[in-house]
């Protein structure tokens, strides 16, 4: 593996309210962008894609059962995603492992005309966005 850039992340770890099914949402999505299973324990699940890994995990240290994007703190994760017809594959694949299309009625252009995108939420709330890359 090369040395990671300075700045690039080391992990990103996600705390949960149900495991299996972060599971089936998280682990779905994060194979279709190229991570492979990294780690795995009664609590937790991680992917690793080069230097970089994504942590889901029910940890027993959770003080609220839900996740709400619009209070302070992570609004979302945005991933590249090489190509417009990509983008598009994944969104509507999206919807059979536990993910709703975000804006759909401005979809693929929510974030502008020039923005070629999916923005998507899971069932506990978590939101990510798939952005094609540029000149795709």
């Given at each position: 593996?090369?040395?990671?850039?300075?700045?690039?992340?080391?992990?990103?770890?996600?705390?949960?309210?149900?495991?299996d099914?972060?599971?089936?949402?998280?682990?779905w999505?994060?194979?279709?962008?190229?991570?492979?299973?990294?780690?795995?324990?009664?609590?937790?699940?991680?992917?690793?894609?080069?230097?970089?890994?994504?942590?889901?995990?029910?940890?027993?240290?959770?003080?609220a059962?839900?996740?709400?994007?619009?209070?302070?703190?992570l609004?979302?994760?945005?991933?590249?995603?090489?190509?417009?017809?990509?983008?598009?594959?994944?969104?509507?694949?999206?919807?059979?492992?536990?993910?709703?299309?975000?804006?759909?009625?401005?979809?693929?252009?929510?974030?502008?005309?020039?923005?070629?995108?999916?923005?998507?939420?899971?069932?506990?709330?978590?939101?990510?966005?798939l952005?094609?890359?540029?000149?795709?």
């Open positions: 593996m090369n040395r990671p850039t300075t700045g690039t992340p080391h992990h990103i770890e996600i705390w949960v309210p149900d495991l099914r972060a599971v089936v949402s998280w682990g999505l994060l194979s279709e962008l190229g991570y492979t299973p990294f780690q795995s324990w009664s609590a937790g699940r991680s992917w690793r894609l080069g230097p970089t890994y994504i942590v889901v995990e029910q940890s027993p240290d959770l003080c059962a839900d996740h709400d994007r619009r209070r302070p703190g609004n979302h994760l945005a991933f590249h995603v090489d190509g417009a017809h990509l983008v598009d594959v994944l969104a509507r694949r999206a919807t059979q492992h536990g993910w709703t299309l975000l804006f759909a009625d401005r979809h693929p252009h929510a974030g502008g005309p020039e923005h070629h995108a999916a923005y998507l939420e899971n069932a506990d709330g978590f939101e990510v966005e952005v094609a890359m540029s000149g795709c």
